[in-house]
């Protein structure tokens, strides 16, 4: 794990030397213009299909939806989806259930494009149009760089389909150095002991809390919740107290601007916070996690960065081995 973490930066980087071949895959999909999209996926690569959404609503200006795979899986269900855009989104490109609603959504008039790191997977050859992340081969059980890697590939991939030319992420190989260079320890120092922690997010970054918490979930056995810092205040903030750690993601821009309310209300209830992000020097914490800044559409492929340290070092610390987590295997085959 902790060497798939460091290689990261050169894999980014070499994604980004790649966009072109991504930018043909946007322009089959522009020139189909889709009514709206939809997005499958499982695990950390359904976190990674979150982040889509909001890059399709926001800068593509569609609807977007996640799909529930088991509507067509289990309850053979056959929706209509003509001229619309399906993403799904496997690491692997081997579970049979994303496989199985990418065939019924092709046959139901779908364009779809699969967006993996096997191009020789059954879910890549079942689609129409493919992306491959190229992160090389990942055996550590937690994914770390096929994660940050996919998503820059959908940030390249939407991007490029609403015409732009991809430089906002130019540099994002050497910020990925410098965001590897983050101070961890003192968080892996400070919350070892603890059993319960709440991760949050808005906007963009909602896609980093709810890989946060599944990478300490699976690493360290920690009781992890992700929330919107939106639905945190909508009641679960009650559960929050002095035993409570929060993982806040505070980048620069509209979604971490939008976190102060949630942050105010943490701290007044004496939780523990963590702040990570591009912002995190400028928000009330009882430990900081700085992020180089970035766009704040590219802000998660930095943000996860140190999280991922984070889960390596508290799973060690705590005497576990974060490469054979119990009960897990590399790929999960679900229907």
Known sequence: MAAEIAEQPEVLAGLVARRAEIAEVAQVIAHRPPRFALLAARGSSDHAALYAKYLIEVMLGLPAGLVSPSTVTLYGARPDLRDVLLVSVSQSGGSPD??????????QGALTVAVTNTPDSPLHR?????????????????????????????????????????????????????????????????????????????????????????KLAETSYLAARAYSGADLLHGPVAAIDEDTAVLAVT???????????????????????????????????????PVPAVAEELAPVLEVLPVQQLALGLSVARGGDPDSPRGLLKVTRTR
């Open 98 to 107: 994303l496989l199985e609603f990418t065939e019924t959504a092709r046959k």
């Open 126 to 214: 079942a689609a129409e149009l493919g992306v491959n992340i190229g992160a090389g081969t990942e055996r550590a059980v937690a994914a770390t760089k096929t994660y940050s890697a996919t998503l820059l590939a959908l940030y390249l991939l939407i991007d490029a389909v609403r015409g732009g030319d991809g430089s906002a992420a130019a540099e994002l190989g050497p910020l990925a150095e410098q965001a590897l260079q983050a101070p961890v320890q003192r968080a892996v120092d400070r919350y070892r002991f603890v059993n319960r922690i709440i991760t949050t997010g808005r906007g963009y970054s909602y896609a980093t809390a709810l890989e946060s918490a599944l």
């Open 251 to 289: 980048g620069a821009g509209r979604g971490g601007a939008a976190m102060q309310d949630v942050l105010k209300a943490v701290a007044e209830r004496g939780a523990d916070v963590l702040a990570l992000g591009s912002a995190a020097d400028d928000v009330p914490a009882a430990l900081r996690i």
